[in-house]
Protein backbone atom coordinates (compact mmCIF):
# COMPACT_ATOMS: atom_id res chain seq x y z
CA UNK A 1 0.00 0.00 0.00
CA UNK A 2 1.34 3.43 -1.08
CA UNK A 3 -1.92 5.75 -0.72
CA UNK A 4 -5.45 5.50 -0.46
CA UNK A 5 -8.57 6.90 -0.30
CA UNK A 6 -11.63 6.10 1.97
CA UNK A 7 -14.66 8.35 3.12
CA UNK A 8 -14.17 8.12 6.63
CA UNK A 9 -10.35 7.31 8.26
CA UNK A 10 -10.30 5.37 11.90
CA UNK A 11 -6.71 5.96 14.43
CA UNK A 12 -7.05 3.07 16.71
CA UNK A 13 -8.27 -0.41 16.15
CA UNK A 14 -9.76 -0.43 19.96
CA UNK A 15 -13.36 -0.90 20.99
CA UNK A 16 -14.04 2.50 20.13
CA UNK A 17 -12.73 2.43 16.65
CA UNK A 18 -14.38 -0.91 15.93
CA UNK A 19 -17.48 0.32 16.80
CA UNK A 20 -17.44 3.25 14.82
CA UNK A 21 -16.57 1.05 11.75
CA UNK A 22 -19.19 -1.37 12.82
CA UNK A 23 -22.20 1.52 12.77
CA UNK A 24 -20.63 2.61 9.32
CA UNK A 25 -20.76 -0.44 7.87
CA UNK A 26 -24.04 -1.13 8.75
CA UNK A 27 -25.45 1.94 6.25
CA UNK A 28 -22.84 0.66 3.62
CA UNK A 29 -20.10 3.51 4.78
CA UNK A 30 -16.53 2.22 4.04
CA UNK A 31 -13.95 3.02 6.22
CA UNK A 32 -9.92 2.31 6.86
CA UNK A 33 -9.37 1.36 10.63
CA UNK A 34 -5.42 2.28 11.29
CA UNK A 35 -3.51 0.92 14.37
CA UNK A 36 0.04 1.11 15.18
CA UNK A 37 0.20 -2.31 16.55
CA UNK A 38 -1.28 -5.43 15.72
CA UNK A 39 -4.23 -6.60 16.57
CA UNK A 40 -5.64 -8.23 19.00
CA UNK A 41 -3.10 -6.36 21.44
CA UNK A 42 -2.42 -6.07 24.88
CA UNK A 43 -3.39 -3.20 26.93
CA UNK A 44 -4.18 -3.07 30.73
CA UNK A 45 -8.01 -2.62 31.34
CA UNK A 46 -10.40 -3.48 33.99
CA UNK A 47 -11.89 -6.10 31.74
CA UNK A 48 -15.61 -5.19 33.00
CA UNK A 49 -18.32 -5.12 30.57
CA UNK A 50 -21.23 -3.06 32.52
CA UNK A 51 -24.93 -3.16 31.12
CA UNK A 52 -23.92 -0.02 29.03
CA UNK A 53 -21.38 -2.16 27.36
CA UNK A 54 -23.39 -5.09 26.63
CA UNK A 55 -26.25 -2.66 25.46
CA UNK A 56 -24.08 -1.38 22.52
CA UNK A 57 -22.70 -4.57 21.94
CA UNK A 58 -26.29 -6.27 20.98
CA UNK A 59 -27.14 -2.95 18.86
CA UNK A 60 -24.36 -4.89 16.76
CA UNK A 61 -24.10 -8.16 17.64
CA UNK A 62 -27.74 -9.28 19.20
CA UNK A 63 -26.34 -12.52 20.41
CA UNK A 64 -22.60 -11.49 21.87
CA UNK A 65 -23.35 -12.92 25.05
CA UNK A 66 -24.65 -16.52 23.29
CA UNK A 67 -21.70 -16.43 21.17
CA UNK A 68 -19.48 -20.01 21.69
CA UNK A 69 -16.12 -17.94 21.50
CA UNK A 70 -17.32 -15.60 23.85
CA UNK A 71 -20.01 -16.91 26.31
CA UNK A 72 -17.06 -19.48 27.30
CA UNK A 73 -15.11 -16.57 28.76
CA UNK A 74 -17.59 -14.52 30.00
CA UNK A 75 -17.42 -14.49 34.38
CA UNK A 76 -20.68 -12.91 36.02
CA UNK A 77 -20.24 -10.60 38.41
CA UNK A 78 -23.14 -9.81 40.10
CA UNK A 79 -21.85 -6.70 42.57
CA UNK A 80 -18.53 -5.59 44.03
CA UNK A 81 -17.72 -5.91 47.80
CA UNK A 82 -16.12 -2.41 49.30
CA UNK A 83 -13.35 -3.34 51.53
CA UNK A 84 -13.12 0.22 53.82
CA UNK A 85 -10.17 1.34 55.27
CA UNK A 86 -11.51 0.44 59.04
CA UNK A 87 -11.59 -3.33 57.23
CA UNK A 88 -14.65 -3.81 57.73
CA UNK A 89 -16.93 -4.58 54.41
CA UNK A 90 -19.78 -4.07 52.43
CA UNK A 91 -21.48 -5.30 49.30
CA UNK A 92 -23.37 -2.82 46.47
CA UNK A 93 -25.02 -5.47 43.89
CA UNK A 94 -25.90 -4.69 40.69
CA UNK A 95 -29.33 -3.85 39.70
CA UNK A 96 -31.40 -6.18 37.05
CA UNK A 97 -31.49 -4.87 33.29
CA UNK A 98 -35.14 -3.83 32.86
CA UNK A 99 -36.97 -6.57 31.22
CA UNK A 100 -33.94 -9.15 30.71
CA UNK A 101 -33.69 -12.32 32.71
CA UNK A 102 -29.97 -11.98 32.14
CA UNK A 103 -26.39 -11.04 34.30
CA UNK A 104 -25.96 -7.11 34.19
CA UNK A 105 -22.04 -7.48 34.37
CA UNK A 106 -19.63 -9.62 33.07
CA UNK A 107 -15.94 -9.77 33.20
CA UNK A 108 -13.99 -10.78 29.93
CA UNK A 109 -10.34 -10.31 29.36
CA UNK A 110 -9.50 -7.27 27.15
CA UNK A 111 -7.47 -9.38 24.77
CA UNK A 112 -10.56 -11.69 24.29
CA UNK A 113 -12.69 -8.90 23.78
CA UNK A 114 -10.04 -7.58 20.77
CA UNK A 115 -9.74 -11.48 19.28
CA UNK A 116 -14.23 -10.88 19.00
CA UNK A 117 -13.66 -7.51 17.79
CA UNK A 118 -10.91 -7.54 15.35
CA UNK A 119 -12.42 -10.81 13.94
CA UNK A 120 -15.68 -9.10 12.95
CA UNK A 121 -13.86 -6.45 11.19
CA UNK A 122 -11.67 -8.53 8.97
CA UNK A 123 -15.13 -10.38 8.08
CA UNK A 124 -16.47 -6.98 6.99
CA UNK A 125 -15.87 -6.21 3.16
CA UNK A 126 -16.90 -2.49 4.14
CA UNK A 127 -14.00 -2.17 6.89
CA UNK A 128 -10.11 -2.25 6.12
CA UNK A 129 -7.88 -2.75 9.02
CA UNK A 130 -4.52 -1.52 8.28
CA UNK A 131 -1.89 -2.46 11.11
CA UNK A 132 1.23 -1.22 12.15
CA UNK A 133 0.52 2.24 10.81
CA UNK A 134 2.02 4.70 13.07
CA UNK A 135 0.91 8.05 11.87
CA UNK A 136 3.49 10.57 11.84
CA UNK A 137 2.32 13.23 9.81
CA UNK A 138 -0.95 15.14 9.12
CA UNK A 139 -1.62 16.95 6.34
CA UNK A 140 -4.84 19.23 5.59
CA UNK A 141 -5.30 20.71 2.16
CA UNK A 142 -8.42 21.44 0.25
CA UNK A 143 -10.80 19.88 2.62
CA UNK A 144 -9.07 16.77 2.65
CA UNK A 145 -6.77 15.00 5.30
CA UNK A 146 -3.36 13.33 4.17
CA UNK A 147 -2.40 10.55 7.13
CA UNK A 148 1.04 9.85 6.57
CA UNK A 149 3.42 7.09 7.95
CA UNK A 150 7.23 6.76 7.93
CA UNK A 151 7.60 4.17 5.57
CA UNK A 152 5.79 6.14 2.89
CA UNK A 153 2.06 4.95 3.10
CA UNK A 154 -0.68 7.55 3.51
CA UNK A 155 -4.33 7.74 4.04
CA UNK A 156 -7.31 10.06 2.25
CA UNK A 157 -9.90 11.51 3.91
CA UNK A 158 -12.57 14.20 4.31
CA UNK A 159 -13.03 13.02 8.00
CA UNK A 160 -10.73 11.65 10.69
CA UNK A 161 -12.17 9.74 13.42
CA UNK A 162 -9.38 9.44 16.42
CA UNK A 163 -10.00 6.80 18.78
CA UNK A 164 -6.39 6.14 19.49
CA UNK A 165 -6.30 6.20 23.68
CA UNK A 166 -5.88 8.15 26.43
CA UNK A 167 -1.77 8.07 25.88
CA UNK A 168 -1.73 8.44 22.06
CA UNK A 169 -0.38 12.16 21.52
CA UNK A 170 -2.45 12.92 18.75
CA UNK A 171 -5.54 13.57 20.34
CA UNK A 172 -4.15 16.72 22.00
CA UNK A 173 -2.02 17.84 18.83
CA UNK A 174 -5.25 18.10 17.15
CA UNK A 175 -7.13 20.65 20.16
CA UNK A 176 -4.36 21.89 21.22
CA UNK A 177 -5.23 20.81 24.58
CA UNK A 178 -2.32 20.76 27.34
CA UNK A 179 -2.43 17.98 29.95
CA UNK A 180 -3.81 18.46 32.82
CA UNK A 181 -3.00 16.04 35.57
CA UNK A 182 -6.02 17.06 37.83
CA UNK A 183 -8.24 15.67 35.17
CA UNK A 184 -5.97 12.06 34.25
CA UNK A 185 -5.00 9.04 36.38
CA UNK A 186 -2.52 6.25 35.97
CA UNK A 187 -3.27 2.65 36.99
CA UNK A 188 -1.35 -0.46 36.64
CA UNK A 189 -2.72 -3.86 36.31
CA UNK A 190 -1.40 -8.14 36.24
CA UNK A 191 -2.79 -10.85 36.03
CA UNK A 192 -2.32 -13.33 38.64
CA UNK A 193 -3.57 -17.21 39.59
CA UNK A 194 -4.05 -19.18 42.89
CA UNK A 195 -5.11 -16.15 44.72
CA UNK A 196 -7.71 -17.11 47.56
CA UNK A 197 -11.07 -15.46 47.02
CA UNK A 198 -14.76 -15.50 48.54
CA UNK A 199 -17.23 -17.94 47.25
CA UNK A 200 -19.18 -15.24 45.67
CA UNK A 201 -19.52 -13.67 42.23
CA UNK A 202 -18.27 -10.21 43.03
CA UNK A 203 -15.79 -8.14 42.09
CA UNK A 204 -14.06 -6.39 45.17
CA UNK A 205 -12.50 -2.86 46.03
CA UNK A 206 -10.18 -2.07 48.00
CA UNK A 207 -10.16 1.28 49.75
CA UNK A 208 -6.71 2.47 51.34
CA UNK A 209 -5.77 6.00 53.02
CA UNK A 210 -2.67 5.57 51.57
CA UNK A 211 -3.81 5.23 47.84
CA UNK A 212 -6.55 7.78 47.87
CA UNK A 213 -8.22 9.26 45.75
CA UNK A 214 -7.71 6.06 44.09
CA UNK A 215 -8.37 2.19 44.72
CA UNK A 216 -7.31 -1.35 44.28
CA UNK A 217 -9.62 -3.79 42.51
CA UNK A 218 -9.98 -7.50 42.11
CA UNK A 219 -12.04 -8.78 39.24
CA UNK A 220 -12.20 -12.55 39.04
CA UNK A 221 -12.62 -13.95 35.39
CA UNK A 222 -14.35 -17.69 34.34
CA UNK A 223 -10.73 -19.81 34.79
CA UNK A 224 -9.80 -18.99 38.30
CA UNK A 225 -7.45 -16.15 37.25
CA UNK A 226 -7.70 -12.70 38.63
CA UNK A 227 -7.52 -9.22 37.27
CA UNK A 228 -5.61 -7.41 40.09
CA UNK A 229 -5.41 -3.29 39.20
CA UNK A 230 -5.10 -0.67 40.97
CA UNK A 231 -5.56 3.24 40.05
CA UNK A 232 -4.86 6.65 41.36
CA UNK A 233 -5.13 10.18 39.94
CA UNK A 234 -1.85 11.63 38.33
CA UNK A 235 -1.79 14.75 40.24
CA UNK A 236 -2.04 13.08 43.30
CA UNK A 237 1.15 10.37 42.27
CA UNK A 238 3.19 13.61 41.19
CA UNK A 239 2.93 15.75 44.05
CA UNK A 240 3.64 12.97 46.68
CA UNK A 241 6.09 10.95 44.57
CA UNK A 242 4.30 7.82 44.54
CA UNK A 243 5.98 5.13 42.72
CA UNK A 244 2.35 3.40 41.74
CA UNK A 245 4.25 0.16 40.77
CA UNK A 246 5.97 -1.10 44.19
CA UNK A 247 2.80 0.38 46.30
CA UNK A 248 0.91 -2.46 44.21
CA UNK A 249 3.18 -4.66 44.85
CA UNK A 250 3.42 -3.49 48.43
CA UNK A 251 -0.83 -3.57 48.83
CA UNK A 252 -0.38 -7.54 47.83
CA UNK A 253 2.56 -8.20 50.48
CA UNK A 254 1.34 -6.15 53.41
CA UNK A 255 -2.30 -5.47 53.30
CA UNK A 256 -4.50 -7.66 55.67
CA UNK A 257 -7.24 -8.30 53.73
CA UNK A 258 -4.59 -9.25 50.69
CA UNK A 259 -1.40 -10.64 52.24
CA UNK A 260 -3.19 -14.02 53.00
CA UNK A 261 -4.93 -14.18 49.79
CA UNK A 262 -1.72 -13.52 47.95
CA UNK A 263 0.38 -15.63 49.75
CA UNK A 264 0.73 -18.88 46.99
CA UNK A 265 -0.12 -16.45 44.15
CA UNK A 266 1.58 -16.21 41.19
CA UNK A 267 1.50 -13.30 38.76
CA UNK A 268 0.97 -14.35 35.07
CA UNK A 269 3.25 -12.41 32.73
CA UNK A 270 4.37 -8.86 34.07
CA UNK A 271 2.76 -5.58 35.88
CA UNK A 272 1.47 -2.92 33.11
CA UNK A 273 0.89 0.45 33.43
CA UNK A 274 -0.88 3.04 31.58
CA UNK A 275 -2.89 6.50 31.54
CA UNK A 276 -6.30 7.14 31.85
CA UNK A 277 -7.90 10.46 30.36
CA UNK A 278 -10.73 11.31 32.60
CA UNK A 279 -14.62 12.27 32.13
CA UNK A 280 -13.85 15.20 34.97
CA UNK A 281 -14.62 17.81 32.54
CA UNK A 282 -16.07 18.87 29.07
CA UNK A 283 -13.09 19.28 26.78
CA UNK A 284 -12.77 20.00 22.61
CA UNK A 285 -13.77 17.15 20.91
CA UNK A 286 -14.01 18.40 17.26
CA UNK A 287 -12.14 20.48 14.39
CA UNK A 288 -11.45 20.72 10.99
CA UNK A 289 -12.37 17.45 9.55
CA UNK A 290 -11.71 15.33 12.60
CA UNK A 291 -13.98 14.61 15.66
CA UNK A 292 -12.37 12.25 18.97
CA UNK A 293 -13.80 9.20 20.72
CA UNK A 294 -13.24 7.08 23.24
CA UNK A 295 -10.36 7.42 25.82
CA UNK A 296 -9.25 9.92 23.28
CA UNK A 297 -11.93 12.36 23.80
CA UNK A 298 -11.71 11.81 27.52
CA UNK A 299 -14.54 9.69 28.72
CA UNK A 300 -13.42 7.67 31.37
CA UNK A 301 -15.45 7.18 34.51
CA UNK A 302 -13.74 8.70 37.97
CA UNK A 303 -14.98 6.80 39.82
CA UNK A 304 -14.74 3.31 38.40
CA UNK A 305 -11.74 3.84 35.94
CA UNK A 306 -13.46 2.02 33.38
CA UNK A 307 -13.93 3.81 29.55
CA UNK A 308 -15.63 0.82 27.47
CA UNK A 309 -19.36 1.71 28.05
CA UNK A 310 -18.48 4.96 26.80
CA UNK A 311 -16.09 4.13 24.49
CA UNK A 312 -18.54 1.80 22.54
CA UNK A 313 -21.39 4.23 23.14
CA UNK A 314 -19.22 7.06 21.26
CA UNK A 315 -18.28 4.91 18.82
CA UNK A 316 -21.74 4.63 17.58
CA UNK A 317 -22.32 8.24 18.47
CA UNK A 318 -19.17 8.78 15.77
CA UNK A 319 -20.61 6.66 13.38
CA UNK A 320 -24.24 8.60 13.66
CA UNK A 321 -22.55 11.79 12.88
CA UNK A 322 -20.16 10.93 10.36
CA UNK A 323 -23.17 9.82 8.47
CA UNK A 324 -24.96 13.17 8.62
CA UNK A 325 -20.95 14.45 7.46
CA UNK A 326 -20.92 13.19 4.84
CA UNK A 327 -24.62 13.46 3.47
CA UNK A 328 -24.34 17.40 4.65
CA UNK A 329 -20.77 16.96 2.68
CA UNK A 330 -19.21 19.20 5.33
CA UNK A 331 -16.55 19.14 7.59
CA UNK A 332 -15.98 22.23 8.82
CA UNK A 333 -14.72 22.89 12.39
CA UNK A 334 -18.40 24.91 12.95
CA UNK A 335 -20.58 21.09 11.26
CA UNK A 336 -17.86 19.00 13.18
CA UNK A 337 -18.51 21.00 16.23
CA UNK A 338 -22.16 20.14 16.90
CA UNK A 339 -20.44 16.58 17.83
CA UNK A 340 -19.20 18.09 20.69
CA UNK A 341 -22.38 18.76 22.14
CA UNK A 342 -23.91 15.85 21.36
CA UNK A 343 -21.13 13.03 22.72
CA UNK A 344 -20.63 15.14 25.95
CA UNK A 345 -24.99 15.09 26.63
CA UNK A 346 -24.97 11.60 25.53
CA UNK A 347 -21.68 10.50 28.14
CA UNK A 348 -22.49 13.43 30.81
CA UNK A 349 -25.03 11.14 32.71
CA UNK A 350 -22.82 8.31 33.20
CA UNK A 351 -19.73 10.51 34.75
CA UNK A 352 -21.74 13.03 36.59
CA UNK A 353 -21.21 11.99 39.44
CA UNK A 354 -17.34 11.44 38.85
CA UNK A 355 -17.27 14.92 37.54
CA UNK A 356 -18.94 16.38 40.72
CA UNK A 357 -16.89 15.64 43.08
CA UNK A 358 -13.64 15.86 41.02
CA UNK A 359 -12.91 19.09 42.04
CA UNK A 360 -12.80 17.80 45.65
CA UNK A 361 -10.69 15.16 45.49
CA UNK A 362 -7.35 16.69 45.93
CA UNK A 363 -8.20 17.96 48.81
CA UNK A 364 -7.43 16.48 52.60
CA UNK A 365 -10.82 17.27 54.05
CA UNK A 366 -12.49 15.54 51.57
CA UNK A 367 -9.91 12.44 51.99
CA UNK A 368 -10.72 12.53 55.57
CA UNK A 369 -14.98 12.73 55.13
CA UNK A 370 -14.89 10.09 52.46
CA UNK A 371 -12.68 7.50 54.99
CA UNK A 372 -15.06 8.54 58.08
CA UNK A 373 -17.90 7.68 55.78
CA UNK A 374 -16.94 4.94 54.20
CA UNK A 375 -16.31 3.29 57.76
CA UNK A 376 -19.51 4.24 58.39
CA UNK A 377 -21.31 2.32 55.37
CA UNK A 378 -19.01 -0.35 56.36
CA UNK A 379 -19.07 -0.98 59.82
CA UNK A 380 -22.89 -0.56 60.13
CA UNK A 381 -24.21 -1.84 56.76
CA UNK A 382 -24.26 -5.26 54.85
CA UNK A 383 -25.20 -3.13 51.82
CA UNK A 384 -26.54 0.44 50.82
CA UNK A 385 -29.22 0.41 47.98
CA UNK A 386 -29.62 4.18 48.17
CA UNK A 387 -25.44 5.20 48.10
CA UNK A 388 -25.22 2.34 44.98
CA UNK A 389 -27.92 4.48 43.14
CA UNK A 390 -26.13 7.84 43.44
CA UNK A 391 -22.54 6.18 42.57
CA UNK A 392 -24.01 3.99 39.79
CA UNK A 393 -27.25 4.91 38.47
CA UNK A 394 -28.52 8.65 39.22
CA UNK A 395 -28.74 10.65 36.37
CA UNK A 396 -29.13 13.53 38.11
CA UNK A 397 -26.77 13.08 41.71
CA UNK A 398 -26.19 16.78 41.68
CA UNK A 399 -29.66 17.14 42.91
CA UNK A 400 -30.19 14.12 44.93
CA UNK A 401 -26.90 14.75 47.35
CA UNK A 402 -29.20 18.02 48.41
CA UNK A 403 -32.43 16.14 49.09
CA UNK A 404 -33.16 14.79 52.93
CA UNK A 405 -34.01 12.17 52.05
CA UNK A 406 -31.35 10.79 50.71
CA UNK A 407 -29.48 10.92 53.89
CA UNK A 408 -32.02 9.60 55.98
CA UNK A 409 -31.39 6.11 53.55
CA UNK A 410 -27.67 6.07 53.38
CA UNK A 411 -27.21 6.51 57.49
CA UNK A 412 -30.56 4.97 59.05
CA UNK A 413 -29.94 1.67 58.55
CA UNK A 414 -29.62 -1.56 60.90
CA UNK A 415 -26.17 -2.50 61.88
CA UNK A 416 -24.32 -4.57 59.92
CA UNK A 417 -24.35 -8.09 62.33
CA UNK A 418 -21.53 -9.39 60.54
CA UNK A 419 -19.43 -6.70 60.76
CA UNK A 420 -17.46 -7.48 63.55
CA UNK A 421 -16.63 -10.39 61.80
CA UNK A 422 -14.56 -8.46 58.88
CA UNK A 423 -12.53 -6.51 61.80
CA UNK A 424 -8.59 -6.69 61.53
CA UNK A 425 -7.18 -5.48 64.88
Sequence with gaps: MTNKNTPVCIIGAGPAGFTTAFHLAKVGIKSIILDKDISPRTKPCADILTSISLRELRKLFPKFTDGLEVSKRLANSKGVIIHAPNYHQ??????????????LCYALKRSDLDVFLTEQARAN????????????????????VTLSDNKGRSVETPLVIVAAGSNAPLAGQLTGEKKDFKHFAVGVRAYFKNVKMPQTSNCELFIREKMMP??????????DTMNVNMVMRSDVVKKKKINIKELFLKMIQEDPDLKERFKDAEMIGEIQGSGLKLGTKTRKASGDNFILTGDSAGLIDILSANGLPQAFLSGRLAAEFAQKAILANDYSAQFTGQFDEILFDAVDKYVKTGKLIAPFMDKSWYNWATKILINFFAKRMQTNDALRDLLMYDSDAKHTILKPSFYLKIFFRSKNPDAESHLVS
Excluded at 90 to 103: A, I, N, Q, R
Excluded at 125 to 144: A, C, D, S, T, Y
Excluded at 217 to 223: G, K, M, S, V
Design 90 to 103: FTMEYLPEKGEDVP
Design 214 to 223: GAFYIAPFYD
Design 125 to 144: PLIELIEQFNVKKIHRENGI
